[in-house]
């Protein structure tokens, strides 16, 4: 049954699970909410207080689908759940998007079900959190130029995250589809920075900060395109095949990832990992760095690569986010099983 919420101030005993929507995900986990979940999340990782389940992502043999879930425990925010979902590439055409979650927390006391919660939206604003947090952690202070390769559905969410950690002066892009670049270009107008459509070489030749976004199967920028100095966040591998930069970019910089085992498994560093060219011990959870356990940049020349694979936890920690502030903003509807 479903009940209207009265607004009163709810725990989930006192009135069943709550169902946070879409819209209301996007109306309480603003761009801050997310950032400060995400960071904490990294930060419970590397000290062993929250870890991830394994994942499974199977093709389904139905629409083309690929579905899984991810899920895991964090004990410090004491979320426990799964977020379940895919990627279903027939959806542009009904008008939906194509990449379908939603995330189900459990009471980690009890085990019963707490809250049904959207995760389309969340997983944009998560994603963003990760590079925001790695260029808030990582970033030279005085970047002043944000190259972006990739202009899809996450690139938006990237840039306006992205634009808030340093006071940058300038956005230069390049996407294997130039048709998509206007998206970003409105973007920077709204936010009042100059935008330039570049070449890949002047992309990395221009910017302090990079980050890409793309679901390229193939490096898109080389090692000698990239000054010294510049950090990167590597979001858009997150799968085995997947790549977005050179090898050799890896092997020049210092790695910091998410998690570790997903980063040689599915995320940017799989390549330089099977290779030899890097070990996993070469690799530096960014919690380690938010925790004050590593020192992060050493130099103002130095290379920092982020390897954001995007774990469950972080889908865990919005989701959560989310379901207490529609639960304390009376946005939540109610259901009893
Ligand atoms: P999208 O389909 O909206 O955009 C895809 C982007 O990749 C566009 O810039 C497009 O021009 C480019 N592209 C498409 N095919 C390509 C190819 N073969 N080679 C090079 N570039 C290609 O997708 P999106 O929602 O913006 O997601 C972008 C990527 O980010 C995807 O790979 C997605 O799986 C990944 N992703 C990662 C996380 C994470 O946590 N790390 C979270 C969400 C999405």
């Given at each position: 049954?479903?009940t209207?919420?009265d ?5 989930t005993?006192?009135?069943?699970i709550?169902l946070?929507s879409e ?5 309480v ?5 997310a950032?400060?979940?995400?960071e904490?999340?990294?930060?419970a990782?590397?000290k ?11 093709a389904?043999g139905h629409?083309?689908a690929?579905?899984g879930?991810?899920s895991g ?5 004491m ?12 959806n ?8 379908q979650s939603?995330v189900?927390l ?15 939206y969340l997983?944009a ?7 925001a947090?790695?260029?808030?952690h990582?970033a030279?202070k005085?970047a ?6 990739g ?6 969410f990237?840039l306006?995250?992205a ?5 940058f002066e300038?956005?230069?892009a390049?996407n294997p ?12 107008e709204?936010l009042?920075?100059?935008f ?7 992309l ?9 976004i ?15 100095g510049t ?7 997150d799968?085995?095949?997947?790549q977005e ?6 092997v ?8 570790v ?5 599915i995320?940017?560093?799989q390549h330089?990992i099977?290779?030899?060219a ?6 530096i ?7 004050g ?6 130099s103002?020349?130095?290379i ?6 995007g ?7 919005v ?5 207490v502030?529609a ?5 939540a509807n109610?259901?009893?099983?």
């Open positions: 049954m479903v209207p919420n607004g009163a101030a709810v725990t005993t006192d009135k069943g709550s946070v819209a209301v995900c996007e109306a986990v603003g761009r801050p909410e950032f400060t979940a995400v904490n999340v990294f930060a990782m590397a062993g207080d929250a870890y991830n389940f394994p994942v499974v992502r199977e389904i629409a083309d690929l579905y879930f991810k425990f964090d004990r410090a925010g979320a426990l759940g799964v977020k379940s979902g895919g990627y279903w590439p027939g542009v055409d009904k008008n939906l998007t194509n990449h939603t189900i459990f009471d980690p006391d009890t085990g019963k079900l707490r809250s049904l919660v959207g995760g389309n997983t604003v998560r994603t963003a959190a990760s590079s947090v790695s260029i808030a990582l030279r005085d002043k130029v944000l190259g972006m390769v202009a899809g559905h996450q690139s938006t990237q306006r995250a634009v808030e950690q340093r006071n300038k956005v230069v390049w589809h130039p048709e998509y670049l206007p998206r970003l270009a409105e973007l920077c709204e009042g920075l100059p330039e459509a570049v070449t890949r070489e002047q990395g030749a221009q910017a302090d900060v990079i980050i890409t793309t679901s390229a199967f193939e490096p898109l920028l080389m090692k000698d395109w990239i000054k010294p950090h990167i966040a590597c979001m858009g591998t799968t085995k095949g997947k930069v050179d090898p050799e970019l890896l020049a910089a210092t790695v910091f990832t998410d998690e085992a997903q980063s040689v498994s995320g940017e560093a330089a099977e290779s030899g890097i070990k996993a011990e070469d690799i959870p960014v919690g380690a760095v938010i925790n356990t590593h020192p992060g940049r050493r103002d020349e130095e920092t690569l982020f390897d954001g694979t774990v469950g936890l972080q889908d865990l920690a989701a959560q986010a989310a379901a502030l639960e304390e903003q009376g946005l109610f259901i009893s099983l």
